[in-house]
């Protein structure tokens, strides 16, 4: 059987500005591409804004990033065990915040403090073996938001467990995604959409929605019907390509913060979400829960819907979320 994966194309606007071109751009960024696709009146309008919009993704993976030794990320987390907080920027405390509100919410799923065990795995999946137990159990101790610790009078910050690593993969595309796009909604621009690997945001000012399509893997096929939005973000997640093979059993790139391990669920998520931030931390999360628990997520969260395929026993099964039916194309 043909494995379905859900990764988001953008196909078109259902229409155009009688005075607005359609225009692209895209740079690598954050590890992979970053697009923007808006209308605007004339290319050079187009090119100022779209340019501003990616000095502001420039500036802010300069704070979030895990691979930059001396991002404000990295250096706090030097900072962790030492029991004083630390002063951290404006842009910093605000997707601090949001993301001790996700791992509350998803209760652990997605944890902003597993950078310590993604490196561990990202190790592992280079060198095919599974990390050591005993190196595993003691990175897992640093492990858990709760060990993260906020002052919201001084916008500070102190980690209580040494060794703990805060990582953001798991939102940071989706929130820059939605700053570039109310950056360039302030510009003026009505309509205008970021692809930032995968996790999209957008936004549009009339009543014509983003035309969205959703792929069959292998193949230059669409699954029938469009995700049609407007005002929203949408992200996937899954493991069909990204993967390992350790001693005949297939484990994610995906981490699950509670084993330090892959998650081995052959499992594919969309969510649309309000936000490009709560999308992607959404499909993060739901990557990790099981069906039950992931579905339970998404209703108790507003304006949130999820679209699941997982294969089981060598067959697709599929789940959704009650209000998805509502944004695929009649």
């Given at each position: 059987m043909?494995?379905?994966v859900l990764?988001?194309l953008?196909i078109s606007s259902?229409s155009?500005?009688s ?9 690598p960024k954050?590890?992979?591409p970053l697009?923007i696709?808006?209308y605007?009146?004339g290319?050079t309008?187009a090119?100022q ?8 993704a420039?500036?802010l993976n ?6 930059l ?7 706090l ?19 601090l915040n949001l993301s001790?509100?996700a791992s509350?919410?998803s ?5 902003i403090t ?10 592992a999946?280079?060198?095919k073996?599974?990390?050591e ?5 003691k990175?897992?101790?640093n492990?858990?938001?709760q060990?993260?610790?906020v002052d919201s009078i ?8 040494p060794?703990t ?8 595309k989706g ?18 959409l ?6 999209l ?12 399509g959703v792929?069959?893997?292998n193949s ?7 995700l049609?939005l407007q005002?929203q973000?949408v ?5 069909m390509y990204?993967?390992?093979e350790?001693?005949g059993?297939?484990?994610?790139h ?8 892959g ?6 998520v969309?969510?649309?979400?309000p ?6 931390w ?7 829960l099981?069906?039950?628990?992931a579905?339970?997520?998404?209703k108790?969260?507003p ?10 026993k060598e067959?697709?099964k599929i ?6 039916e509502g944004?695929l194309?009649?």
């Amino acid at each position: 059987m043909k494995q379905i994966v859900l990764i988001l194309l953008i196909i078109s606007s259902l229409s155009t500005y009688s005075q607005s071109k359609k225009y692209t751009f895209s740079q690598p960024k954050m590890g992979s591409p970053l697009n923007i696709t808006l209308y605007a009146d004339g290319s050079t309008k187009a090119h100022q804004i779209a340019t501003e919009a990616y000095k502001i993704a420039d500036s802010l993976n300069l704070i979030y990033s895990d691979y930059l030794e001396n991002s404000e990320l990295n250096l706090l987390s030097k900072k962790s065990g030492i029991n004083e907080f630390t002063k951290v920027s404006l842009a910093l405390w605000d997707i601090l915040n949001l993301s001790i509100k996700a791992s509350q919410q998803s209760k652990g799923a997605y944890d902003i403090t597993v950078g310590g065990i993604v490196k561990l795995w990202r190790k592992a999946r280079k060198e095919k073996a599974l990390p050591e137990k005993n190196i595993l159990k003691k990175t897992l101790q640093n492990v858990g938001y709760q060990y993260l610790i906020v002052d919201s009078i001084t916008h500070s910050v102190k980690l209580l467990q040494p060794n703990t690593q805060l990582d953001l993969g798991g939102i940071a595309k989706g929130y820059v995604a939605q700053i570039m796009v109310d950056f360039c909604r302030k510009e003026g621009i009505e309509k205008v959409l970021v692809d930032a690997g995968g996790d999209l945001a957008m936004v549009s000012q009339d009543d014509k929605p983003w035309k969205i399509g959703v792929t069959i893997p292998n193949s230059e096929e669409l699954i029938p019907r469009y995700l049609i939005l407007q005002n929203q973000a949408v992200a996937t997640s899954g493991n069909m390509y990204q993967f390992v093979e350790i001693n005949g059993k297939r484990y994610s790139h995906i981490v699950n913060p509670h084993t330090g391990l892959g998650v081995t669920h052959q499992r594919n998520v969309t969510v649309i979400a309000p936000d490009g931030a709560t999308a992607d931390w959404l499909a993060t999360a739901c990557s990790v829960l099981s069906v039950k628990k992931a579905l339970k997520l998404i209703k108790s969260l507003p304006n949130c819907e999820l679209l699941m395929t997982e294969i089981q026993k060598e067959k697709l099964k599929i789940w959704q979320s009650e209000g998805f039916e509502g944004y695929l194309e009649k």
